[in-house]
């Protein structure tokens, strides 16, 4: 409970794209997790499951209250102290360097980083304002704008450089300093004078860290955000095989107008959203009252098909310079 789920989705995500076979674990007694933005995960295990198991990394996803959950779970530290008195790999992001690993002594005559809101928690001869900072085992972080810098050093300790560098590029990662678009196509004015309502369909096979990050952002800034399945039921696996749960279903949530719907891309989930008769109405009853719409990597094509396509296009480099 109360994980960033930034850095929990794209952490997962982006190993998961490496080839790592990734357990998301819950240290709660549920499975369902509510992260510290309200997005609701579904974790693939309990922590218990793998006290006996011997993994290659183990990586801690920051947050508040997050981060003390973790590092209250006997069952965790122990996974994790064991991991680094065997000299694998882990690492710890946002709050989790000083919050959870500092209490367990494992940042213990290593260089690390961490949240700035908790480097004054550090020991200053340790401490290091970088975004990513490798100490022999241990791999520290930022927050959730570093997470894609946590993960693709993890891939590149664990895979090599040429699979972190290809994985980056294709995810068109800010740092990765290739696709940087700042350029509209189309300016459209738009405001709002009241705390904007938001609509996030998502479908099996959505791209996670897309329908995350958006919402996480938006969250922060206040804006009401409604996240609707359109599948029957509320949860859905999303493209990396995580698990989300919906708001709402795409029904209940039509019953309400909403200031913006934003499609996330993911090209199976794509798919799925473009058969929603529900979705395809909604968005033809937003474009004739002149209410905002737009989608992200593979999403515009449905509203292309649906004959919906002038307005905002963006792109997922551009999700940290638009919110
Ligand atoms: C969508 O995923 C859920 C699991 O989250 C599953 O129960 C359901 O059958 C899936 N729907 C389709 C149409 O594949």
Redesign the pocket.
């Known amino acids: 409970m109360g994980t960033e789920e930034m850095e929990a989705v794209i952490l997962v995500d982006v190993l998961r794209r490496a080839g790592a076979d990734v357990l998301m674990a819950s240290v709660e007694t549920d499975l369902v997790v509510e992260a510290s933005s309200g997005t609701k995960l579904v974790a693939d295990v309990g922590i218990d499951a793998c006290a006996d198991e011997v993994f290659d990394l183990v990586a801690l996803p920051g947050g508040m209250p997050g981060s003390v959950r973790l590092r209250d779970c006997e069952v965790l530290r122990k996974i994790t102290i064991k991991q680094a008195e065997e000299k694998r790999l882990y690492g710890a992001i946002c709050a989790a360097p000083a919050v959870t690993l500092m209490p367990w002594g494992l940042h213990k005559r290593k260089q690390i980083t961490c949240h700035p809101a908790f480097m004054d928690k550090l020991p200053t001869f340790r401490a290091v304002k970088s975004n990513i900072q490798v100490s022999g085992e241990l791999t520290t972080s930022r927050g959730p704008g570093t997470t894609f810098e946590f993960a693709l050093s993890f891939v590149e300790q664990l895979f090599g450089g040429d699979v972190a560098e290809d994985i980056g590029r294709k995810l068109l990662v800010p740092a990765h300093g290739c696709c940087q678009r700042k350029e509209e196509h189309n300016k459209v004015e738009w405001f709002f004078d009241q705390t904007p309502d938001v609509l996030v369909p998502i479908a099996?096979g959505s791209e996670e860290m897309e329908v995350v990050m958006l919402v996480d952002i938006l969250r922060r800034a206040k804006v009401n955000v409604v996240v609707a399945s359109i599948?029957?039921?509320k949860?859905?696996?999303a493209s990396q095989k995580t698990?989300i749960i919906a708001d709402t279903s795409i029904m209940d949530a039509s019953k309400s107008t909403y200031d913006l719907i934003i499609l996330p891309g993911g090209t199976a989930g794509v798919e799925r959203l473009q058969k929603s008769r529900i979705l395809k109405k909604l968005l033809r009853e937003q474009m004739e009252a002149g209410r905002g719409y737009g989608g992200i990597c593979s999403s515009p094509t449905i509203l292309h098909k649906h004959g919906l396509l002038k307005v905002i296009f963006f792109g997922l480099e551009n999700m940290f310079s638009k919110f």
Do not use: A, L, M, R
Request: a positive charge; zero cysteines; glycine letters at 0%.
């Open positions: 099996n599948e029957k039921t949860q859905i696996i698990k």
